[in-house]
């Protein structure tokens, strides 16, 4: 027996217990243990029943996600799982943790399953541009049905193992011990002579064309751009049209198909870089975190109360202080509002919100954050206010006391000289709305003690955040990045480009939404306090495209307005705004500009190259350690599309040397000031490689 799968017997009961750590994985040796243990059960005619079972924290999580893209070794999947449900004698799974992906496939190839009741189900497959390849879109819906099947395989969505039981994937929740609970489990099946019992003999649930066809449209929506989710669906199709034991063989044909394409090559790419950003490479071995078991937050407006619902929401204490008795009361009232509709609509306990709630201590008196291990300060964006208060911590704090700005974009060495405490001083960028948006873009200073780095890495992980680590520059990864495709915006639109023309071929290649639309929801007010607070360093040609000063100026601010780019209705709906045409030929007239037809292509290679390129800065620069800090924050940060793998993994795709001849062009006819080439792009793509090794 190998060592990943061991085999005991105990009476006329057998176990095969995996043992693959971190997450039991189905690597090779699993699935040859696998196999072996069946034969072995089969081969022993004391034996009348087999618990199949993991060691560690989870259940088999999936395959070997790094086995991908390499020659399978030893027996694959399929033929592990086809040997488990085609024993002659039962088979139960006992599981537990999360039963994702290739795990779901084991364990529903199993003929009994019992749950530990904290387990969680799901295929992850679309995730990284797969689908389930080894019986999972034939079997789920002969046990669960066809609209449980859709959710599952083609949004990747979990299930706890209540849902899993009421919807027939599983027959039990173990009660205690979930290998006691299977032992006795088997003891009863073993007793009353109880014979396998496979999925793949139940028929297929009724058809359903208006599911299929709803799942269809809403999917092109949700999941826009990906090309799993749809072959998800049409791979659950295979079930009518063909024989089980020939649509479990088309749909592994389709899941090799989907390994080998582009989509699933760089959302693989993503999975392994999110985990790989949580690794900081220069950070001493010995560094230890340093403890936070309460945290401040200063300032309350929009950023700081979502931080606050954040931190609450981990469970951990949080001292919120606001400007004054009025500003906290306003702030808790928005808190309290948010966290009611969550209860509303079923998404939370009111006992969970009241648990959050009594973890927020309001306060108007920075003197009340003496005791906290970690503050956040999120007052208003301005270099000298910002100052101000950092004085004010570095005398109220306790030293050692973590001193987090939560600026955009404003430099953290000035308020680590105004705090007297430098060591302590650090940036913890969230995204707006904080409590939602997954990443966390933390800052490291000049000055910044290593252990503070590595206590908000952590901190970043225990309230739900994807942390990257960025170093000081002007507007940190994200949003320097991001201010180079608003420039190119504004320059398109001087050049003739519709704004709609534009945000749609954005949309087309894969964001959430256009560099004006975002403009409209971001506030076009704030867009021009950015382009103010930059109006020093910035070009003739920059200041002159002065569309959002104009808007502001018009009182036009966007969505919270009803007009700006766009004009919205009650619901926020965007409408074609005539204004906005007017403005644009009114300045053209009066700067003498001629406008031309601006094709979708170029449209999206300057927007994207302005990024790239800078990325490229970024990198040389040591602002981002490695190219995976930059994809990361740019695809959690900015919606940039995953499956393209993020900016630097999709350059790499196109090959640097054609895009850094598009830059040279680009150069020719805009001018140095916004189209040098990075150092870095163009020493990379003479030696003919990519941002990656
Ligand atoms: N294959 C290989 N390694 C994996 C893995 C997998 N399927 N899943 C996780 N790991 C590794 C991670 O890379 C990480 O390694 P490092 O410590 O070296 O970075 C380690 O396990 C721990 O993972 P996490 O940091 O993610 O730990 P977590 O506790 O936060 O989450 C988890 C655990 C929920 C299982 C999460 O890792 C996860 O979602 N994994 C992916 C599961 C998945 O996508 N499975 C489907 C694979 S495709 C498939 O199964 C279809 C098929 O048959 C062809």
């Known amino acids: 027996m190998n060592a990943m799968v061991t085999f005991t017997k105990q009476g006329p009961i057998a176990e095969a217990l995996v043992d693959n750590p971190p997450v039991n994985a189905t690597s090779a040796g699993v699935r040859?243990?696998?196999?072996?243990?069946?034969?072995?059960?089969?081969?022993?005619?004391?034996?009348?029943?087999?618990?199949?079972?993991?060691?560690?924290?989870?259940?088999?999580?999936?395959?070997?996600?790094?086995?991908?893209?390499?020659?399978?070794?030893?027996?694959?999947?399929?033929?592990?799982?086809?040997?488990?449900?085609?024993?002659?004698?039962?088979?139960?799974?006992?599981?537990?943790?999360?039963?994702?992906?290739?795990?779901?496939?084991?364990?529903?190839?199993?003929?009994?399953?019992?749950?530990?009741?904290?387990?969680?189900?799901?295929?992850?497959?679309?995730?990284?541009?797969?689908?389930?390849g080894a019986g999972g879109t034939q079997r789920t819906p002969r046990l669960a049905g066809l609209a449980t099947t859709i959710e599952l395989v083609t949004t990747g969505k979990q299930i706890n193992a209540k849902k899993a039981l009421e919807s027939g994937l599983i027959d039990r929740i173990a009660e205690g011990d979930l290998a006691a609970a299977a032992h006795a489990y088997a003891t009863e099946l073993a007793a009353a002579g109880t014979g396998p019992?496979?999925?793949?003999?139940?028929?297929?649930?009724?058809?359903?064309?208006?599911?299929?066809?709803?799942?269809?449209?809403?999917?092109?929506?949700?999941?826009?751009?990906?090309?799993?989710?749809?072959?998800?669906?049409?791979?659950?199709?295979?079930?009518?049209?063909?024989?089980?034991a020939e649509a479990l063989e088309r749909e592994y044909a389709m899941c090799k198909e989907a390994i080998a394409g582009p989509q699933s090559k760089a959302l693989r790419h993503v999975f392994a870089a999110e985990r790989e950003v949580a690794r900081i490479p220069d950070l001493p071995a010995d560094v230890t975190a340093r403890e936070v078991k309460s945290v401040g937050v200063i300032g309350l407006g929009v950023m700081g109360r979502g931080i606050v619902m954040a931190i609450a929401a981990a469970g951990i204490p949080v001292v919120a202080v606001g400007l004054d008795d009025e500003h906290v009361a306003k702030a808790m009232g928005a808190i309290e509002k948010m966290w009611g509709s969550t209860v509303k609509k079923g998404r939370m306990s009111q006992e969970q919100l009241d648990r959050q709630l009594a973890l927020i201590t309001r306060s108007t008196n920075v003197a009340d954050l003496g005791s906290v291990d970690l503050v956040i300060e999120a007052v208003t964006e301005d270099l000298a206010t910002k100052e101000k208060v950092f004085a004010e911590l570095g005398k109220a704090t306790r030293p050692g006391?973590?001193?987090?700005?939560?600026?955009?974009?404003?430099?953290?060495?000035?308020?680590?000289?105004?705090?007297?405490?430098?060591?302590?001083?650090?940036?913890?960028?969230?995204?707006?709305?904080?409590?939602?948006?997954?990443?966390?873009?933390?800052?490291?200073?000049?000055?910044?003690?290593?252990?503070?780095?590595?206590?908000?890495?952590?901190?970043?992980?225990?309230?739900?955040?994807?942390?990257?680590?960025?170093?000081?520059?002007?507007?940190?990864?994200?949003?320097?990045?991001?201010?180079?495709?608003?420039?190119?915006?504004?320059?398109?639109?001087?050049?003739?480009?519709?704004?709609?023309?534009?945000?749609?071929?954005?949309?087309?290649?894969?964001?959430?939404?256009?560099?004006?639309?975002?403009?409209?929801?971001?506030?076009?007010?704030?867009?021009?306090?950015?382009?103010?607070?930059?109006?020093a360093s910035a070009s003739p040609r920059e200041l002159r495209a002065d569309f959002v000063e104009q808007m502001v100026a018009q009182g036009n601010l966007g969505q919270k307005t009803g007009s700006g780019w766009y004009t919205y209705d009650e619901n926020r709906k965007a409408?074609?705004?005539?204004?906005?045409?007017?403005?644009?030929?009114?300045?053209?007239?009066?700067?003498?500009?001629?406008?031309?037809?601006?094709?979708?292509?170029?449209?999206?290679?300057?927007?994207?190259?302005?990024?790239?390129?800078?990325?490229?800065?970024?990198?040389?620069?040591?602002?981002?350690?490695?190219?995976?800090?930059?994809?990361?924050?740019?695809?959690?940060?900015?919606?940039?599309?995953?499956?393209?793998?993020?900016?630097?993994?999709?350059?790499?795709?196109?090959?640097?040397?054609?895009?850094?001849?598009?830059?040279?062009?680009?150069?020719?006819?805009?001018?140095?000031?916004?189209?040098?080439?990075?150092?870095?792009?163009?020493?990379?793509?003479?030696?003919?490689?990519?941002?990656?090794?």
């Open 197 to 244: 019992r496979s999925a793949g003999d139940l028929p297929m649930p009724e058809d359903d064309a208006a599911l299929f066809a709803d799942a269809r449209k809403s999917l092109a929506r949700s999941m826009r751009g990906q090309t799993a989710p749809l072959l998800a669906l049409e791979a659950i199709r295979l079930g009518y049209d063909y024989p089980f």
């Open 401 to 535: 006391t973590i001193l987090a700005s939560n600026t955009s974009f404003l430099n953290i060495e000035k308020l680590a000289d105004a705090s007297g405490r430098a060591e302590d001083v650090c940036g913890m960028h969230f995204f707006n709305p904080a409590n939602v948006m997954r990443l966390l873009e933390n800052v490291r200073a000049e000055r910044t003690d290593p252990a503070v780095v590595a206590t908000i890495m952590d901190f970043g992980k225990r309230i739900g955040k994807l942390s990257v680590l960025s170093g000081v520059c002007d507007g940190f990864i994200v949003n320097r990045m991001l201010s180079k495709r608003s420039r190119e915006g504004f320059f398109l639109v001087e050049e003739g480009a519709a704004p709609s023309v534009v945000d749609k071929a954005v949309s087309g290649f894969g964001f959430p939404m256009g560099p004006f639309a975002l403009g409209d929801l971001a506030g076009l007010d704030v867009q021009a306090a950015a382009r103010k607070s930059r109006a």
């Open 575 to 693: 409408s074609h705004n005539p204004a906005t045409d007017a403005m644009i030929a009114a300045h053209a007239e009066k700067h003498g500009l001629s406008l031309r037809e601006i094709g979708e292509q170029e449209t999206i290679e300057r927007l994207v190259y302005a990024m790239v390129n800078e990325g490229a800065k970024i990198l040389s620069e040591g602002v981002a350690a490695r190219p995976q800090d930059i994809d990361v924050a740019m695809i959690n940060g900015l919606g940039f599309p995953a499956y393209t793998g993020g900016p630097l993994f999709w350059a790499d795709q196109i090959g640097l040397d054609k895009v850094l001849a598009r830059i040279e062009e680009f150069r020719e006819q805009h001018g140095d000031a916004y189209w040098t080439p990075a150092p870095l792009l163009v020493e990379r793509a003479k030696a003919g490689q990519g941002f990656y090794a």
């Open 32 to 132: 040859q243990g696998l196999v072996d243990a069946v034969r072995q059960f089969e081969a022993d005619p004391e034996l009348k029943v087999l618990i199949l079972r993991c060691a560690g924290r989870t259940f088999i999580a999936g395959a070997d996600i790094k086995e991908f893209g390499k020659p399978m070794v030893g027996p694959n999947l399929t033929e592990a799982i086809a040997m488990l449900d085609g024993a002659s004698k039962p088979v139960i799974a006992a599981v537990h943790g999360t039963v994702l992906g290739g795990g779901f496939e084991v364990a529903l190839a199993c003929h009994y399953r019992i749950a530990d009741p904290a387990t969680r189900f799901g295929f992850p497959e679309v995730k990284l541009g797969l689908l389930p």
